[in-house]
């Protein structure tokens, strides 16, 4: 077989996105009502939140720090959009904005504290994962909180409505997937951040300042986290304590799944929402096929393992890399690896 033809077959991407086409047929095959249109643009709307948080979140991975709290910020700026609706009697897309900053805040507290205080990002994280949910149910006292039909906003239609069948978190979510995508691959920015996570040191003799761009992304990181925050209000038209509780599973999955590499400087836009569409199948599909719906997590539980498990040995210095290397075509056109 061709060198080239069995780096494609063996990349990450290519691997993920025939898993992601065996699941789709799996559960076009067995699972009732899959293939209809309602459960497809469901499918697309879970992945759509999932890409809201994730398409930073992998910035931030790449960048080589991760952040545990974003289910947590999510939640706590969904009911601060509530709140400040309900409550303060505030505009809608003035609650909306408020949601985005606070999200903004939380990240650069986080981001300052990484880099500033030195503390290690999965430590702080957690930590502030139970923060900012203890946050929430105390702004609340546990309970939810309901925007009347008779609050009227053209946000409402804009967090929540339908162009035609399309969901309007699909579109968020597809602006999001392009801006990051292009910033990856054709910004500065970009470059600097593969720099970061590839080789922190490098990177600085090289006039890059990582701690900087780690703040940037947490920032960033947090920013998704009020929208989307705010977008998941004005659609349900609630504010809950408990939302985003356990959505950092999915979306670290989607994440890790979709190729980026805990130790920084791997990961594309691509993986993730591969991963991300993954991981909302699962979701979907084993709940239409009758499975508990706590059976869920058990298996993105092992997609998560599964995933971090093979990246090493998928990188350029592990095992399959090593023996693609030597998989490099001669001069008399065959291949080093052959016999």
Not at 175 to 197: C, E, I, K, S
Not at 225 to 232: E, P, Q
Not at 309 to 314: R, T, V, Y
Request: proline letters at 4%.
């Amino acid at each position: 077989m061709n060198a080239y033809v069995s780096r494609a077959l063996l990349s990450r991407q290519a691997a993920i996105l025939l898993v992601a086409i065996g699941l789709f047929v799996g559960f076009a095959a067995n699972a009732p009502h899959f293939l209809e249109p309602r459960t497809q643009f469901e499918i697309l709307r879970v992945t759509a939140f999932s890409l809201l948080i994730g398409l930073p979140l992998t910035m931030l991975v790449i960048a080589g720090e991760v952040d545990l709290s974003i289910g947590s910020n999510y939640g706590l700026t969904s009911v601060l959009a509530a709140i400040a609706i309900i409550d303060w009697g505030w505009n809608p897309w003035a609650a909306a904005a408020l949601a985005v900053g606070v999200g903004g805040m939380v990240g650069l507290i986080n981001g300052l504290a990484v880099v500033k205080l030195k503390v290690p990002s999965f430590i702080l994280t957690i930590g502030m994962l139970s923060l900012l949910r203890g946050l929430a149910l105390v702004l609340t006292m546990g309970l939810s909180i309901d925007i009347p039909a008779t609050v009227e906003s053209s946000f409402f239609a804009f967090a929540g409505g339908q162009i035609g069948p399309v969901p309007a978190q699909v579109l968020w979510a597809g602006a999001a997937f392009a801006a990051t995508g292009f910033v990856l691959h054709h910004t500065l920015f970009g470059a600097r951040l593969y720099a970061t996570g590839g080789n922190a040191r490098a990177a600085l003799q090289m006039g890059v300042d990582p701690g900087r761009v780690k703040i940037w992304v947490f920032v960033l990181l947090g920013l998704a986290c009020g929208l989307t925050g705010a977008l998941t209000t004005g659609w349900l038209r609630l504010g809950a304590p408990n939302t985003g509780t356990g959505g950092e599973l999915a979306i670290i999955a989607a994440v890790i799944i979709g190729g980026a590499a805990l130790s920084g400087g791997v990961g594309t836009a691509t993986g993730t929402l591969i991963g991300a569409l993954i991981v909302s199948m699962l979701q979907i599909g084993l709940v239409l096929l009758g499975v508990q719906g706590n059976w869920v997590q058990v298996f993105v539980g092992v997609l998560i393992v599964v995933a971090a498990s093979i990246e090493p040995h998928l990188r350029p210095d592990g095992a399959l890399g090593e023996w693609l290397r030597g998989l490099r075509p001669t001069a008399t056109g065959g291949l080093h690896g052959d016999r």
